[in-house]
């Protein structure tokens, strides 16, 4: 049987430069791997079962949308192979309906949020003058569990009828209705931030909700802004969690509160910036990279 230290799963087009990136990170930490895209899963599935092929560790950016992938991953999870993310994890971290309520219980601050019932359980939502009124308008309509690129997610509502038709997409879901939060400004910058979690290591990023541009944060403006409090929040983030890599949106608002709006983003869109204009800056990707390199050396050393 082939023995391999690592494999990277991957089935997104945009995906290979990252994937390339963080091969060379292997590369450069002798960690011996396979990038196995798409085309690959059929073969890698057979190897897999009949135990022609091992691995002592595995990325996985692919299973959540592919079956194959997602029956190579599960036989692997079987066999005791740490994997990047877990796919139970995964399962967990991504109903933003639980999060929510594990947030709060946590101490972290989260904008106010009504959360309904499927729409083939209960068709009508009743709110109480006294939602609507904390809930204000516009405000943000999200299913619980469709996730990535705010797919399903209606961001200016202004009444119910927008609840009920919105829901109507995706019948089996729960959905939250949530404030809208405004962050406040900073030097003519909007104070919202994506920040990466990667195996104990978080890198921040301005991120603007309304154009969806990076900037990364220097040493000197979480200094400046006092930013410092966001890396403690997404290592909360994680106890709750438990992803070893993942990202979250948070904004910062005039009365000094620090929100957490995008619970937990559980497949990173990596992107470089250098190829796209709404990438991840390329330095921030390279050391995420480095970062799941570390980590991976040091789960193989252990298996």
């Known amino acids: 049987m082939k023995t391999i230290d690592c494999a990277i799963f991957y089935e997104w087009e945009y995906d290979a430069d990252f994937i390339s990136v963080l091969s060379n990170k292997f590369h450069s930490k002798n960690i011996s791997h396979q990038v196995i895209h798409v ?3 059929e073969r890698i599935l057979e190897e897999v079962r009949h135990r022609t092929v091992s691995f002592k560790a595995v990325v996985d950016r692919a299973s959540d949308v592919d079956d194959t992938c997602e029956a190579i991953v599960h036989l692997l999870k079987h066999r005791e192979i740490p994997i990047l993310n877990d796919p139970s994890k995964i399962l967990h971290a991504s109903d933003k309906a639980s999060m929510h309520l594990e947030f709060i219980t946590a101490g972290i601050h989260v904008p106010y949020t009504i959360i309904t019932s499927p729409y083939s359980s209960q068709r009508e939502v009743k709110l109480s003058l006294t939602e609507l009124a904390q809930l204000g308008r516009p405000f943000i309509i999200k299913p619980a569990n469709t996730t990535g690129g705010g797919i399903g997610v209606v961001t200016g509502a202004e009444d119910l009828r927008e609840v009920v038709d919105t829901r ?5 879901d729960k959905y939250l209705l949530q404030q809208k939060i405004e962050p406040v400004d900073f030097d003519g910058r909007r104070a919202w931030f994506r920040p990466f979690y990667v195996y104990g290591e978080v890198f921040v990023c301005w991120w603007d909700d309304l154009t969806h541009l990076y900037i990364e944060a220097s040493q000197e403006e979480m200094e400046k802004f006092d930013l410092h409090e966001i890396k403690n929040i997404v290592r909360t983030i994680y106890s709750v ?5 993942f990202s979250t949106e948070i904004a910062l608002t005039a009365e000094r509160k620090f ?6 983003n559980e497949i990173c869109d990596m992107r470089l910036k250098s190829k796209h204009y709404d ?3 390329d330095n921030v990707v390279e050391a995420i990279a480095d970062q799941i390199a570390a980590g991976i050396s040091r789960m193989i050393e252990v298996h």
């Open 279 to 281: 990438g991840v800056p």
């Open 168 to 172: 109507q997409h995706n019948k089996d």
């Open 241 to 245: 969690c438990g992803l070893d890599f």
């Open 259 to 264: 929100v957490v709006i995008d619970y937990v």
């Open 39 to 41: 085309g690959d899963f």
